[in-house]
């Protein structure tokens, strides 16, 4: 989880009433004395500088941007205080960092590198020029250098085909974000361009300010009434606005503005400007709150306790440029001063935490009272608060012509220019030692996944991977390695014998995490994960699964939708509605009844559930920054979803006290409550069902139909079965000896598996039986925190197990078939699905009373087999059939 440092110390005894620093804001010696303490605290999070550590890094849980941002306020705590202590470390990270082409590219961050990452190591080494801070030895890249290296690898990368202009948040085509333009990365790459020409007097770089914030202005990202900046937009939909507004964007931009300002010769440039920095720092009173709005605030996530671990950071930074601008817009200082000085005051008093007691918190408007947070970001910020009402005590900075110190070189970053290839980040030596690595490596590979996805035709993309790179290969997935496996004896250990080394993580658990909470049976681990499955198992014994009648009145719903006249329609539709229809008939006691008169309500929680699963199932794909912004309408959609299940929920209960009759003699809830768990639990494990058990049986069915409706020769047979039975409607004990019924369903479930993927990571240094050595047939060693991800599909298709025909439909081939582990649809292990039973008697039964009524089905779809990848799998384009009366 993000956020790891954030702890609710047992500290906050004592502490917490009595102020650990007393701040004089009259006082130069008694600011420097609290920044110095700060400083202290704030660089207690750094490891770079110790053994072990690397140089420019943060620990794991913090992104490789912020430590750049730790840089800049060590540079800034030196140009305020003179105090030297943190010059050799900021001097060290900076120059570590560098990448090989000196343009702040290093090879371990391009895998996820931003055009924002990249931009706030450049204005780090941009002041760093302007405060003259320590040149680094001559046989190392420059500061101005640098900064102008990143500008120009950025230059090169605007973009006006889409949206008009402006740069991509991601630099490479393949990573989450590179589909989004996003405000920061436009300010960072605004605010290096000014400084830039107002520090060498090259005009060139105003022009790309200038162009930058015509974009920002153009697009509506930038509000030139009330010069809010918004979030960002999707190039799909340029004029679809992430609304939020951040302290950074603010900073950034009202720091450029300044030195435009400070730049421009020419009146009306300068008047323009003027008035810009002023229009920027009325905006910027949005994130001022509190008792007289003099309080400085991360309006978008802190007053509700949503600020990830980058969020709390940024108010580091407006504090840092509004009080810098002052130094090109000496008019703004009597604006700015009142709101630092009452941010300082309130966030030093607040410093009370922790365990020596002075540690800062996010949260400065709680009137002296620490939030219980620590972190990099909050010491950031409160030192660099503290530091800015020293703004005049300090020099000015300097320009190429005005006692500047660092060597610039226009052409920096040339070389990144154009480029579009990247280093991969070294599989480990332990990995390398036994796996293969995919040979079509890096970018190739991922691009022709990537369309693979977009063509619905993924499932073929593993499989034709794995037959080229080995059954057990590393390759290239959204930017880390997956270690890909087709061996049965892996997936064993996986899910059986070395369960507990593989939890579920990563995507598999982000995709559902929104919506079921952390507690559920379908995303928790270890004792979570036991107590959930312990409680849920006794509502899947057989006699409740057997209950036929549950399924009847859906599946004559069902038959009563389905035009009997030959035209065409889609039944996956229908089969979608039908399954939500029994799902919660089954689950709540009471039907959605989509297929006949849903009520309101009923409606809306379809709606609400297809959008959250859609919703967060995007989430998970949109990598870790954007997967924390909050998503208010996801969060409304889960709010509803809850709402519903929980009304039922004390329906059931309430039944029970007053010992009424029930609709049906069995009510699954019933069972789930004699637990007595508490209620949001349990709304937690109903939608868990719900999830895993919708949208799998609606894919099931309709691949039976799909398959059916190619092949009249296994619908005589299958109907010559059921007919020869007698009954219209069977008893479960009827239903499974219908033998090549089920043959049916087990071939449909084999060629169109609804989970057709699935994942898991190693929480520890492990082995797997198969993938090392020479042959790749040996015990290979895995790393911690390796994914691994397999296809249930093309474990399905392999010829050696089901020959040359395996993808085919035969379902005969299962008369004398039997196979173990190469034919998981439910999974396997101690996870193996819960709802296997139920889904196979829902399947097995609405097949029968199909098939009792019509008499064929036919495609009416001539295009190829294409399977959509979600968290299940559907066809792309529904299953179109025609069927006709018996
Ligand atoms: C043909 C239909 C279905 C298929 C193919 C299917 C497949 C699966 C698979 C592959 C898993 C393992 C997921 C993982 O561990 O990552 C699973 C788990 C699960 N399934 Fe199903 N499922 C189906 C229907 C259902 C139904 C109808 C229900 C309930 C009514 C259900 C309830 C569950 C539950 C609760 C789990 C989680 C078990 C655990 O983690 O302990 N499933 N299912
Ligand atoms: C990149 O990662 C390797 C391996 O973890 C490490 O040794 C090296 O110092 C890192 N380089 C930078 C610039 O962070
Ligand atoms: C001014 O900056 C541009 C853009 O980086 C560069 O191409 C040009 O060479 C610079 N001119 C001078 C005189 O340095
Ligand atoms: C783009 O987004 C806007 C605002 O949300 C919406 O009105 C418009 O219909 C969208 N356009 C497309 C093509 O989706
Ligand atoms: C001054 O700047 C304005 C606005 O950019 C421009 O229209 C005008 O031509 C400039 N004047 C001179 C003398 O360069
Ligand atoms: C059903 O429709 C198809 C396509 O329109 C047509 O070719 C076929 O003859 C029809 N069958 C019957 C029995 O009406
Ligand atoms: C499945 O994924 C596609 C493409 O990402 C998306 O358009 C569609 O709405 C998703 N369907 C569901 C049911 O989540």
Redesign the pocket.
């Known amino acids: 989880m993000r956020g790891g440092r954030i702890s609710w110390a047992a500290g906050l005894l004592a502490a917490q009433l009595t102020a650990a620093y007393t701040l004089d804001l009259g006082s130069t010696e008694s600011i420097k004395s609290v920044a110095r303490s700060m400083s202290e605290d704030m660089m207690s999070f750094y490891t770079g500088n110790q053994p072990g550590g ?4 943060l620990p794991s849980q913090y992104y490789w941007w912020e430590a750049g941002a730790l840089m800049g306020a060590l540079v800034d705590y030196w140009y305020y205080t003179g105090d030297t202590r943190w010059n050799g470390v900021a001097e060290e990270g900076l120059l ?2 560098v ?1 090989p082409n000196n343009d702040y590219m ?4 391009t895998m996820t590198e931003g055009n924002d990452d990249q931009g706030f190591w450049g204005m780090t080494v941009m002041s760093a020029a302007e405060y003259n801070f320590q040149n680094p030895p001559r046989d190392k890249p420059q500061w101005l250098a640098l900064a102008q290296a990143v500008f120009n690898t950025q230059a090169a990368r605007w973009e006006d085909q889409r949206c008009g202009g402006g740069l991509r948040w991601q630099i490479f085509t393949w990573n989450n974000g590179f589909n989004y333009k996003n405000s920061i990365s436009q300010a960072c790459f605004f605010n290096i361009a000014a400084r830039l020409a107002r520090y060498t007097g090259n005009d060139s770089y105003a022009e790309w300010a200038e162009r930058t914030w015509d974009w920002m202005v153009d697009s509506e990202l930038m509000s030139m009434k009330t010069y809010y900046i918004y979030d960002g937009i999707h190039v799909e939909n340029c004029s679809e606005i992430t609304p939020y507004q951040w302290t950074y964007n603010a900073g950034a931009f009202l720091l450029g503005a300044a030195a435009m300002y400070n730049y421009s010769t020419n009146a009306t440039r300068r008047e323009i400007w003027h008035e810009r920095v002023d229009g920027l720092l009325n905006g910027s009173r949005v994130f001022f709150t509190g008792d007289k709005q003099d309080i400085m605030t991360e309006v978008a996530c802190e007053p509700v306790d949503l600020c990830d671990i980058d969020q709390q950071s940024f108010k580091a930074y407006l504090s840092r440029w509004m009080a810098a601008t002052v130094k090109w817009a000496p008019w703004a200082y009597d604006r700015v001063k009142p709101l630092l000085e009452s941010s300082a005051i309130a966030a030093t008093s607040a410093c009370t935490g922790g365990t020596n007691g002075r540690m800062c918190g996010l949260k400065w408007t709680d009137h002296g009272k620490w939030d219980g947070s620590t972190g990099v970001g909050q010491q950031m910020a409160a030192m660099e608060v503290v530091l800015a009402n020293m703004i005049q005590d300090t020099s000015s900075p300097v320009t190429d012509d005005s006692g500047g110190t660092s060597v610039g070189d226009p052409g920096a970053g040339g070389s990144d220019i154009g480029r579009t290839g990247i280093e991969f ?2 599989v480990s030596s332990a990995a390398k030692a036994g796996a293969y690595v995919d040979p079509i490596l890096g970018l190739d590979s991922f691009l022709e996944g990537l369309r693979a996805f977009n063509s619905h035709r993924l499932l073929d993309f593993y499989a034709s991977r794995l037959a080229s790179c080995g059954a057990t290969h590393y390759s290239i997935t959204l930017g880390s390695w997956v270690l890909m496996t087709n061996e049965v004896e892996n997936i064993k250990a996986i899910l059986g014998t070395s369960m507990e080394d593989w939890p579920i993580a990563g995507p598999r658990l982000l995709a559902t995490l929104p919506v079921l909470g952390p507690d559920s049976i379908f995303t928790s681990n270890g004792q979570a994960w036991h107590k959930a499955r312990a409680m849920l198992r006794p509502s899947f014994v057989r006699d409740q699964v057997a209950d036929l009648k549950c399924f009847d009145r859906h599946i004559r719903n069902l038959l009563a939708a389905i035009p009997a006249d030959n035209t065409t329609f889609d039944i996956q539709n229908l089969l979608l509605d039908m399954t939500m229809d029994s799902s919660t008939d089954f689950l709540l006691g009471y039907s959605t009844n989509s297929l006949t008169e849903p009520s309101p309500e009923a409606q809306q929680f379809v709606k609400d559930f297809e959008y959250a699963s859609r919703e967060s199932a995007k989430k998970a794909r949109l990598g870790p920054i954007l997967y924390h912004l909050p998503h208010r309408e996801l969060r409304k959609a889960v709010r509803g979803l809850r709402e519903y299940v929980r009304f039922y929920l004390e329906k059931a209960a309430a039944q029970n006290e007053k010992g009424e009759a029930k609709e049906r003699s069995y009510v699954f809830l019933d069972e789930i409550l004699k637990a007595n768990p508490p209620v949001d639990y349990t709304v937690d494990q109903i939608l868990s069902i719900l999830v895993a058990g919708r949208d799998t049986t609606a894919a099931a069915l309709t691949a039976a139909f799909y398959f059916l409706a190619r092949d009249a020769v296994a619908v005589d047979k299958l109907r010559s079965e059921i007919l020869a039975m007698g009954e219209e409607y069977p008893t479960w004990e009827q239903l499974k000896q219908l033998k090549y019924l089920h043959n049916v369903i087990k071939e449909a479930l084999r060629l169109f598996s609804p989970v057709s993927t699935n994942s898991r990571r190693s929480n520890k240094e492990t082995v797997l039986p198969r993938g090392g050595g020479n042959d790749g047939k040996q015990p290979i060693l895995v790393p911690e925190g390796t994914p691994v991800r397999w296809s249930t599909h093309a474990f399905h298709r392999s010829r050696e197990i089901y020959g040359l025909d395996a993808d085919e439909f035969r379902p005969e081939r299962w008369e004398n078939l039997r196979v173990g582990w190469e034919y998981i649809p439910f999974s396997g292990g101690p996870r193996i699905c819960l709802g296997q039973q139920f889904a196979l008697t829902q399947i097995a039964y609405t097949l029968f009373r199909f098939f009792r009524t019509f008499q064929a089905i036919d495609s009416r779809d001539p295009g190829p087999f294409l399977a959509r990848t979600n968290l299940t799998i559907s066809f792309p384009y529904g299953c179109l059939v025609s069927v006709r009366r018996a």
Not at 54 to 57: M, R, S
């Open positions: 690397t140089p420019g890094l570590f960092q990448g290093p090879p371990n961050q980040p070294p």
